[in-house]
């Protein structure tokens, strides 16, 4: 058949409209009412005045520190026999100790804790734990091994041009799956925390003398702990000193207070410091922003609305959430879609990264796999703004965040995941493997086929240290 070109003058001719919205796996609009949630209804705070609720002094003060209070907040709603399964989980899994202000426990469904999603993730229950599996075997206190990239004490440089600046190790509220068990909080029965060894102020000096002669950092995260519990003085001129540093173009603060405790940000002292700040960087040409972590839509209410806005008027490039990834809370891409729209919707708060929950001890009944993550990021594309797709990440010991499709190779059997890098960082700078070795990431056992698991079994029977060195020895990674 001869071909016969169109000419180019030749207008389309009528085209009827075909698409309409369909039946979607997930309801758009959100039918989730966006209201403060009404603190009376809980017995502990029936009395509690629109002021009082309103204060960041009453937060702090009646802060849940204990099962005692969390129950005399909750009354009847915390039956007795959830009471003893947390009880035993403080006894005998808890990586952190009990810190819930009362705006979160006023976000829980008390008709149903024991489902509720930020019940599960901030005040655990034994019974919800992994029972052969409660800590992978190869887990670790500090598994992103930051202090082992500690410039100085607290300053973690394992990125070419951003560092991370612990300045604090507390926080207005304890997530029990802190990636920074080792450090921040109060000892457990489990766990007794690093303790930061040189004063305060001498650290951060010391930070501030690193970043003045390293020019190569151009980025620097300030963080902690949480930086709602630095007095705002002092964080002000902490982020007014890094202002000051000619090669500083980025500062990112991060906060899970600004969901934990909005009431903090709304007091005049605090929005005072933010205008001082956001308008000082601006001045400078430097991109400020505010880091938080959210992990359930329930949790973003009006007061984190304010809250949000607040750092935005004050000159703040952005409001970006940081989630984690954590079975029984938001580990179905509905869920997560959710949260996403709240956030943005309604927060004003842009989702930004849902990471894997990290390979710390007693986490396992949390985490997910590679396989299931690449899934929920899958699940979330089409429905949100590209710019506002959360991206899913795996933060590789040794190598640092990438996106879950990134990794090299992925045994689903045994579940070991194998990831490159493209940058040395300080404690490898003469490593002439350091970007051609293959990492290794692993997958909650649990999750696995049973060939896996008795494969894990075995190995964990003969010992660790052959394993370690047996995967080494097939695949090149470091032991």
């Known amino acids: 058949m001869e071909f016969t070109p169109q000419p180019a003058a030749v207008r389309p001719g009528h085209r009827d409209a075909h698409a309409h919205a369909a039946d979607q796996p997930f309801t758009y609009p959100l039918q989730r009412e966006f209201v403060e949630p ?68 006023n976000t829980m469904r008390e008709e149903d804790l024991r489902t509720d999603a930020v019940r599960r993730y901030m ?17 670790s206190r500090d598994s992103l091994h930051e202090a082992d990239m500690w410039a100085v004490e607290g300053l973690t440089h394992r990125y070419p041009t951003k560092v991370l600046a612990e300045l604090i190790p507390t926080c207005p509220q304890y997530c029990g799956h802190c990636t920074r068990m080792d450090l921040v909080g109060n000892d457990t029965l489990q766990v007794l925390k690093y303790k930061f060894e040189t004063k305060q102020n001498e650290r951060w000096d010391q930070m501030l003398d690193y ?36 090669n500083v173009r980025d500062i990112r603060i991060a906060t899970k207070g600004l969901m934990g405790i909005p009431q903090h940000f709304l007091q005049d002292d605090v929005r005072a410091a933010f205008e001082r700040m956001g308008s000082r960087a601006q001045e400078r040409g430097v991109d400020i922003a505010l880091h938080t972590h959210v992990n359930a839509a329930q949790s973003v209410t009006p007061l984190v609305r304010r809250a949000a806005e ?43 990264y849902f990471y894997m929950c990290d390979m710390i001890p007693n986490a396992e009944h949390w985490r997910t796999s590679l396989a299931e993550t690449q899934a929920l990021q899958f699940g979330l594309l089409g429905y949100m703004p590209g710019f506002a797709t959360p991206r899913m990440v795996c933060d590789v010991p040794f190598v640092g965040k990438r996106w879950v499709h990134m990794n090299e190779d992925y045994d689903r059997v045994r579940g070991v995941s194998y990831w490159t890098k493209n940058y040395r960082t300080g ?44 995967l080494a020895a097939e695949q090149g990674v470091p032991v």
């Open 211 to 246: 970043l003045r002669r390293t020019p190569q950092v151009r980025d620097v995260v300030v963080s902690g702990g949480d930086m709602a519990n630095v007095p705002v003085k002092r964080l002000e001129e902490f982020i007014m000193s890094l202002l000051d540093i000619e």
């Open 427 to 470: 404690i490898e700078y003469d490593d002439p493997d350091a970007l051609t070795r293959r990492y290794h990431y692993y997958d909650p056992i649990s999750t696995l086929p049973e060939e896996g698991q008795e494969w894990w079994r075995a190995k964990v029977r003969e010992g660790l240290d052959d394993l370690l060195a047996e």
């Open 123 to 139: 005040a655990p229950a034994f019974s919800e734990r992994e029972t052969e599996w409660p800590s992978h075997p190869l887990s």
């Open 38 to 105: 009404d603190w009376t209804r809980l017995p502990g705070y029936r009395d509690v005045t629109d002021e009082q609720w309103g204060s960041a002094q009453w937060q702090r003060a009646h802060t849940v520190k204990n099962l005692k209070e969390f129950k005399a907040a909750l009354g009847d709603h915390l039956d007795d026999e959830l009471y003893a399964d947390i009880e035993r989980d403080q006894q005998e899994r808890a990586t952190m100790s009990m810190l819930l202000p009362p705006q979160m426990i």
């Open 310 to 352: 607040m750092v935005l008027d004050s000159g703040f490039r952005d409001v970006r959430n940081q989630g984690v990834l954590l079975r029984g809370v938001n580990t179905t891409v509905n869920d997560l879609l959710e949260l996403c729209f709240t956030l943005l919707d309604h927060g004003k708060i842009m989702p930004y």
